[in-house]
């Protein structure tokens, strides 16, 4: 893929995230994902996209592997909010009734509506960070895109 090429589809990677556009966001950054494999710059967008559409484990997984393979700060203060806001759905309301090994379904249902589309509540509405780290990680990746094209 031509750098300038991978450079407009994270831009607009990146504005349909704050569009709220959160399945299409995550197509461009599959294509760019195919075109530069394992890269902490498309990886980590990708994996916000993830919790936004409710996919939390994919999401955790690509976390993971930043965490332990890139050491990526982002990725690793992520993962703990995530992990955090998950054991929040998980603990048993005294005042309510509770499903056998965790939250009732309405508790579920409550959490995945205060936010957007089954994202994790205590992560959404943060669109200003993702809009720095995207433009830190366009700025990384356009460092990336000319170290290759330069060879």
Do not use: W, Y
Not at 22 to 36: K, N, R, V, W, Y
Not at 49 to 66: K, P, Q, S
Not at 98 to 123: F, L, N, Y
């Amino acid at each position: 893929m031509e750098r300038h090429i991978a450079q407009n589809k994270f831009g607009q990677a990146d504005l349909l995230f704050q569009q709220g556009r959160f399945d299409e966001s995550l197509s461009l950054l599959d294509e760019l994902d195919q075109a530069f494999p394992n890269s902490p710059n498309v990886m980590f967008p990708r994996a916000r996209c993830l919790l936004e559409i409710g996919e939390t484990n994919e999401a955790l997984d690509i976390l993971d592997e930043l965490a332990l393979q890139h050491q990526h700060q982002e990725a690793i203060e992520l993962k703990s909010e995530v992990a955090d806001a998950l054991i929040t759905l998980t603990q048993p309301v005294q005042s309510e009734a509770r499903h056998r090994d965790g939250p009732t379904p309405d508790q579920v249902k409550a959490a995945r509506s205060s936010s957007h589309a089954g994202s994790v509540p205590e992560i959404t509405g943060n669109r200003i960070v993702f809009v720095v780290v995207g433009l830190g990680l366009l700025i990384v990746l356009l460092g990336i895109v000319l170290v290759v094209v330069a060879q």
